[in-house]
């Protein structure tokens, strides 16, 4: 059973900074390709960055350069390190797969950037 545990989220000023952890079980993690998503008051949820099994990264357009993922094999984990943080990244932030979701959602991490 796949289980995503994300967590470090907080309340920060702009221009700060939070990093973001998940923990995955139940899956073949140095094999899979994982994903930051993010969901905002109102919006869609929408893909943040991703990581595949091999360490390549990308970013949305709105992030780039301010965000970065990374991920430990060993320990199961991925990471987004956010700096720089902007209003607008106030969302409840959630790890997966990438590109296919992974069957189940954990249950996020609040981000809430005041101005």
């Known amino acids: 059973q796949v289980q995503l545990v994300e967590s470090g989220g907080g309340l920060v000023q702009a221009g700060g900074s939070l990093r973001l952890s998940c923990a995955a079980s139940?899956?073949?993690?140095?094999?899979?390709?994982m994903g930051w998503y993010r969901r905002a008051p109102g919006k869609q949820r929408e893909l943040v960055a991703h990581i595949t099994s091999g360490g390549v990264t990308n970013y949305a357009d709105s992030v780039k350069g301010r965000f970065t993922i990374s991920r430990d094999n060993a320990a199961h984990a991925v990471y987004l390190q956010m700096n720089n943080l902007k209003p607008e990244d106030t969302a409840v932030y959630y790890c997966?797969?990438?590109?296919?979701?992974?069957?189940?959602w954990g249950q996020g991490t609040q981000v809430t950037v005041s101005s």
């Open positions: 997966n797969g990438w590109p296919g979701y992974l069957g189940s």
């Open positions: 139940g899956i073949t993690f140095s094999i899979t390709a």
